[in-house]
Antibody, heavy 117, light 108 residues
Framework: EVQLAESGGGLVQPGGSLRLSCVAS????????MHWVRQAPGKGLEYVSA????????FYANSVKGRFTVSRDNSKNTVYLQVGSLRAEDMAMFYC??????????WGQGTLVAVSS | EIVLTQSPGTLSLSPGERATLSCRAS???????LAWYQQKPGQAPRLLIY???SRATGIPDRFSGSGSGTDFTLTISRLEPEDFAVYHC?????????FGQGTKVEIK
C-alpha cells in the first residue's frame, strides 16, 4: 500500500522558515517524481514544486521561487520542502504527492503551515 | 500560464442523479494532459481521472472523463452518497501545472 506522510508544519512568524518532510512507503520511491501542492484555508489547490526521481530536475511556482527549495534523499525515501521568507499568504496545508505523469497519483494527508506574528 | 475555469461553482443534486462538471482551459491542453481529483472535507485530494479519460486504480466506472483541447468534462453517472465532495481539474501538459478553482457537488 502506498503511503505518504508529511511532517514539519507549524506556526511560524512572518519571515521565518520551516522544513517540511514527506516519507514514502509502498512503492519504489527512487523511480518517481515527487510533487508539493498547497491549499490555503477555504481555497483551491496550488501546484508549488516538483523534483524528478533522481533529483536532477526541479520546478517552482513563480509565487515561491527563490524562497522555497525542494530536495530528496532516495536512501531515506523522503522528499523535503524548505520554505522560507514566509508571508501571511503562504499559510496553507501542504501536500506531497507522487506521480511520473505530471499528475499526483497518490497524496499524503498534508501538513499545516501557519504564518502569524 | 494556462488558466482552468471550472463550472458551475456549486452543483446541487440528489443521490441517483447525473452530475456533469466542466473544466475549460484558456489555451489548448497538450496531449489531453488533464486530471480530475475528488476532495472530501478534511481529506487530501484523490486522483480520479488522468489523460482526460483514464480512470485511476480503484475508481468506480460511474466516473468518466472526456474532452480535448480546451474543453473537458467529468461525468458521474449516478451520484452515490459518498460522491458529494469538491472536484478539482489539473492540467499537466504545460508548465506551470495549474488547477481549476474547484466545483462543489452538494446534496440538494
Amino acid at each position: 500500500e502506498v503511503q505518504l506522510a508529511e511532517s514539519g508544519g507549524g506556526l511560524v512568524q512572518p519571515g521565518g522558515s520551516l522544513r517540511l518532510s514527506c516519507v514514502a512507503s509502498g512503492f519504489t520511491f527512487s523511480s518517481y517524481t515527487m510533487h508539493w501542492v498547497r491549499q490555503a484555508p477555504g481555497k483551491g489547490l496550488e501546484y508549488v514544486s516538483a523534483i524528478s526521481s533522481n533529483g536532477g530536475s526541479t520546478f517552482y511556482a513563480n509565487s515561491v521561487k527563490g524562497r522555497f527549495t525542494v530536495s530528496r534523499d532516495n536512501s531515506k525515501n523522503t522528499v523535503y520542502l524548505q520554505v522560507g521568507s514566509l508571508r501571511a499568504e503562504d499559510m496553507a496545508m501542504f501536500y506531497c504527492g507522487s506521480g511520473n505523469g505530471g499528475f499526483l497519483e497518490y497524496w499524503g494527508q498534508g501538513t499545516l503551515v501557519a504564518v502569524s506574528s | 500560464e494556462i488558466v482552468l475555469t471550472q463550472s458551475p461553482g456549486t452543483l446541487s443534486l440528489s443521490p441517483g442523479e447525473r452530475a456533469t462538471l466542466s473544466c475549460r482551459a484558456s489555451q489548448s491542453v497538450s496531449s489531453s494532459s488533464l486530471a480530475w481529483y475528488q476532495q472530501k472535507p478534511g481529506q487530501a485530494p484523490r486522483l480520479l481521472i488522468y489523460g482526460a479519460s483514464s480512470r485511476a486504480t480503484g475508481i468506480p466506472d460511474r466516473f468518466s472523463g472526456s474532452g480535448s483541447g480546451t474543453d473537458f468534462t467529468l461525468t458521474i453517472s449516478r451520484l452515490e452518497p459518498e460522491d458529494f465532495a469538491v472536484y478539482h481539474c489539473q492540467q499537466y501538459g504545460s508548465s506551470p501545472r495549474t488547477f481549476g478553482q474547484g466545483t462543489k457537488v452538494e446534496i440538494k
